[in-house]
């Protein structure tokens, strides 16, 4: 993947910025005819679809079909990692799916490939890559990139969509790192992953959260975000 597209993943302020820089870099990532980039809510509907290469006919006929004729998406919800047409059905299968023979076919494509975007402990969207005739079917080193890809965007997706807390917040007992703390832990990540994000060990979340429960007067994880919102009434959860 070119060093040059990731930091410009990394460097987007907001989720406009991200599917924007996204939908113009596709091309050089994965070769394709079409693709596309969904974020959904919180019960798995599309919020903000983003569609190249394909009238916007392509969204109301899927629909007709449903996600249930979707074999590969179906499969990407719920197993959460990228797929292809072929990587879970044989040529013949899915020469006879719904979504070949109603949708696809219509429109010149003969293959798809489609990945999750995963964050604050869910899915939160997907990639997806199609191609007509005058590409061969998708391949394991397709995946290949198409995993680093969605790694790269939901890395950067999940910190736009956390709220920032300095600017959320007022709490003067808590230092500026603890407040990211509780921002991550309100978000439902584990102390490891609370350590990832912000680059430090899963122990050093650990000792902080027992100082933010002693300035706090609390004892569980959801106390504190309980007495936080109460004293700040700024919070806002999904």
């Not at 680093?148 to 959320?168: D, E, F, G, K, Y």
């Not at 899963?202 to 959260?209: D, F, G, I, N, T």
Request: hydrophobic share 40%; net charge positive; with cysteine.
């Amino acid at each position: 993947m070119q060093f040059s597209v990731v930091q410009r993943f990394a460097s987007a302020q907001t989720e406009a910025q991200l599917r924007s820089c996204f939908m113009d870099s596709a091309s050089q990532l994965v070769d394709a005819d079409a693709w596309g980039l969904d974020l959904l809510d919180h019960h798995l509907q599309i919020k903000e679809s983003d569609l190249y290469g394909l009238p916007d006919t392509f969204r109301a006929h899927y629909r007709e079909v449903g996600p249930d004729g979707d074999p590969v998406s179906q499969f990407m919800i719920q197993q959460q990692i990228p797929a292809h047409n072929l990587s879970i059905q044989t040529p013949a299968a899915w020469k006879q799916s719904n979504i070949y023979q109603y949708l696809f076919r219509r429109y010149g494509i003969e293959h798809g490939m489609v990945g999750p975007l995963l964050g604050n402990g869910r899915l939160i969207g997907g990639i997806y890559f199609m191609r007509g005739s005058g590409f061969p079917p998708f391949c394991d080193g397709d995946l290949f990139r198409l995993s680093i890809l969605c790694l790269h965007l939901s890395a950067r997706l999940s910190m736009l969509q956390i709220p920032a807390l300095v600017t959320n917040l007022s709490c003067d007992c808590l230092t500026k790192r603890e407040l990211e703390i509780v921002e991550l832990v309100a978000h439902g990540l584990s102390n490891r992953e609370i350590g990832i994000k912000l680059s430090i060990s899963r122990e050093s979340v650990k000792q902080a959260l027992k100082r933010i429960f002693r300035k706090l007067n609390v004892s569980a994880r959801t106390e504190m975000v309980a007495k936080l919102k109460d004293l700040t009434n700024l919070y806002k959860y999904p």
